[in-house]
């Protein structure tokens, strides 16, 4: 039976601009209550933002929140938020060995109520995780704090003049910053009858980091001793740093929040499949396919409106699907102006955005960098990291200086001209969770070439000329010369080809990358965990 919203809602909802539908208006349907949700995140946009764990979380839980959920997000407050005000709330929590007073300051914004936890140990020079010398020492402290003041928060601050309250509640802990909640509520809570209704979802956005810590840190963590197994683990390989107790057991966060945890997702379906394998899992693949019937890939998508060339505010020209062909050369126009490079609108002009590291492959593309010059076609490069990876791109550009364009650094009115100019982007990264920047080219018309692994594999289609279906090019061959492949099938289509390189073009720019969809599927993982019983207590 539909059910429909109270006035208030309905005023709640216009206040915020936004409208419910009448399908946003169903609630849970595992209680028939709406549902609670809290994210907590190490980080969320535009506040604080190393990469696209902080894009999703500004943008997800607003479209949670048009479907008429109650929605928080917790994060550290790193700096002077002049948005977010002092809620005057204090408490204190008890961490290696010293008792600690938190302050929550809050904004709402879109029907979400942002809420950051304030302490001195997040106001510090650099990123949220460390500096120019390294990570934080102090890193499984200050996210076990963020744990810990999270189950707090919906207990007792007043939002809206009422508390959240733990009925109906499902938290979603993001990545291993976030993941002992899942160990924390059981543990600590359920026991005296506080979280029996609630329940915990953990959100897998890159399982390589998974806050990994000596084992005689256990004991600073105030959980209960018997819970030590959740914890325990081998040390993985990835991770060791050379010290002997290294090569033994660990303190691993992820791993218990994947133990804990009711119900487990990742940020695509192919990286679903990927965290259980042995190539993909770094040693938690067994752990996360004993857990496989909990286990739930869900696409990301993307603010469309703030990556929308028809009104993107840091592009020389304003386009759509009607007249892409004209204003992606226009922007591609001024940008080779901009950076001094020929202006030649017939030479492919090919772009990267992103860390250069590692996973990112941008080594791959350093490695074909002689067959993008002498096939004359222009690179432009936006992006910060491997202080190798930064002096090669360097050294590029001296040595071609009519071909390579490097800003090492980040800059967003740069990603957002890159992303409109470019004809082609490359994402060769090693392995992907979802990946948004292919998701940002293809709403401009900007065509991704790809290392089909993770979400890449889910959301770049390689083009059928037959069918005129398709994204984008993809290659298997983790190389060079399977990078090249793929990146040589694109320029080619480009210059001999153009209809169907337009054909790619138009394709990507019609495709739907709303959370919307995103946002039905996360409802459904809640109402299961909701409607399951607790799968530790």
Excluded at 65 to 80: F, L, S
Excluded at 264 to 281: F, H, L
Excluded at 412 to 429: E, G, Q, W
Aim: glycine share 10%; net charge negative.
């Amino acid at each position: 039976m539909q059910q429909s919203s109270s006035p208030m809602e309905d005023a709640t909802a216009a206040k915020h601009g936004y409208k419910l539908d009448a399908q946003d208006r169903t609630p849970s349907e595992g209680t028939g209550k709406q549902r609670k949700l809290v994210f907590v995140a190490s980080e969320v946009s535009p506040w604080s933002k190393t990469g696209g764990l902080a894009d999703v979380m500004g943008s997800l839980p607003g479209g949670l929140a048009q479907r008429g959920n109650r929605v928080m997000v917790i994060a550290p407050r790193y700096g002077i938020y002049p948005d977010a005000f002092d809620t005057g709330h204090r408490f204190k929590i008890w961490l290696f060995g010293g008792e600690h007073e938190v302050g929550v300051f809050h904004c709402r914004k879109n029907g979400v109520d942002w809420v950051f936890v304030d302490h001195p140990s997040y106001l510090r020079a650099g990123n949220p995780y460390g500096d120019e010398n390294g990570d934080f020492g102090d890193n499984q402290f200050r996210y076990a704090l963020l744990c810990n003041a999270a189950v707090e928060i919906p207990l007792q601050v007043k939002f809206q003049d009422t508390v959240y309250g733990d009925d109906n509640l499902v938290f979603i802990c993001n990545d291993w910053h976030a993941a002992l909640v899942p160990v924390i509520i059981p543990s600590k809570y359920r026991p005296h009858g506080v979280y029996t209704n609630a329940r915990s979802v953990l959100a897998l956005h890159n399982l390589r980091h998974q806050g990994v810590y000596p084992p005689f840190t256990y004991n600073m963590l105030n959980l209960p001793s018997d819970w030590y197994g959740a914890l325990e683990f081998q040390y993985p390989p990835h991770m060791r740093q050379g010290a002997y107790e290294e090569e033994g057991r660990c303190v691993n966060t992820l791993k218990a929040g994947i133990s804990c945890a009711d119900r487990v997702v990742t940020v695509s379906p192919g990286y679903a499949w990927e965290v259980t394998t042995p190539e993909g899992g770094w040693m938690l693949d067994g752990l996360l396919a004993s857990r496989q019937y909990v286990l739930t890939g869900v696409l990301n998508g993307i603010d469309m409106d703030e990556w929308n060339p028809a009104k993107d505010p840091h592009i020389p020209y304003n386009y759509s699907n009607k007249n892409f062909i004209r204003g992606k050369n226009a922007c591609k126009a001024a940008l080779q102006k901009e950076l001094c490079l020929p202006e030649r609108p017939e030479v492919p002009l090919i772009g990267f955005v992103g860390r250069l590291d590692y996973q990112k492959g941008a080594d791959l593309i350093m490695g074909a960098l002689p067959w993008l010059v002498d096939n004359d076609c222009q690179l432009v490069m936006l992006g910060t990291g491997d202080k190798g990876l930064e002096n090669a791109l360097r050294v590029a550009e001296t040595n071609h200086k009519d071909k390579v364009r490097a800003w090492v650094g980040f800059n967003v009115p740069m990603s957002h001209k890159i992303t409109a100019a470019c004809d082609i982007l490359l994402m060769p990264s090693r392995f992907e969770p979802c990946g948004l920047n292919q998701l940002y080219a293809m709403r401009y018309g900007t065509v991704p070439v790809a290392h089909a692994t993770g979400g890449l594999r889910d959301t770049v289609i390689d083009y059928n000329p037959y069918e005129k279906t398709g994204t984008g090019w993809t290659f298997n061959d983790l190389s060079v010369d399977g990078l090249l492949h793929a990146l040589g099938t694109a320029a080619y289509t480009y210059r001999e080809h153009p209809m169907s390189f337009q054909e790619v073009q138009k394709n990507g720019m019609c495709r739907d990358s709303s959370w919307d969809q995103a946002a039905a599927e996360y409802e459904k993982v809640f109402d299961w965990a909701l409607t399951d019983g607790a799968y530790c207590s």
